[in-house]
């Protein structure tokens, strides 16, 4: 069992930044493939990013590619998402998840244990 609790997120200009955190508890955390997903009001929730156990392959959906950047530290057992250059469709809630396979994978389905959420505005 992994239970996860994002922070971070809050309302920010265009062009602005902010960094995601998910702080991971229970077993096994380092071994488990991190994701980062999102949804905004009406949409269903998609994949933003995701790390392999190491830190050592990522992958990221297209519209984030360049301005958002996925990171862990296993010491800390918390992942990251760095995100840059934001724009008003980067708005939704952020989701940090879990997954139980080896591999990096973009489907929801893949992902045992979610976090709450945290809500990230951008205004324009």
């Known amino acids: 069992q992994v239970q996860l609790v994002e922070s971070g997120g809050e309302l920010v200009q265009a062009g602005g930044s902010l960094r995601l955190s998910c702080a991971a508890s229970?077993?096994?955390?380092?071994?488990?493939?991190m994701g980062w997903f999102r949804q905004a009001p009406g949409k269903e929730r998609e994949f933003v990013a995701a790390?392999?156990?190491?830190?050592?392959?990522?992958y990221y959906v297209d519209s984030v590619k360049g301005r958002f950047t996925i990171s862990r530290d296993n010491a800390k057992n918390t992942v990251y998402l760095q995100m840059n250059s934001l724009k008003p469709e980067d708005t939704a809630v952020y989701y940090c998840a879990a997954s139980r396979l080896g591999g990096i994978t973009t489907s929801r389905l893949h992902y045992a244990y979610w976090g709450q959420g945290t809500q990230v505005t951008v205004s324009s």
């Open positions: 790390i392999n156990w190491s830190g050592a392959s990522t």
């Open positions: 229970g077993r096994t955390f380092s071994s488990n493939v």
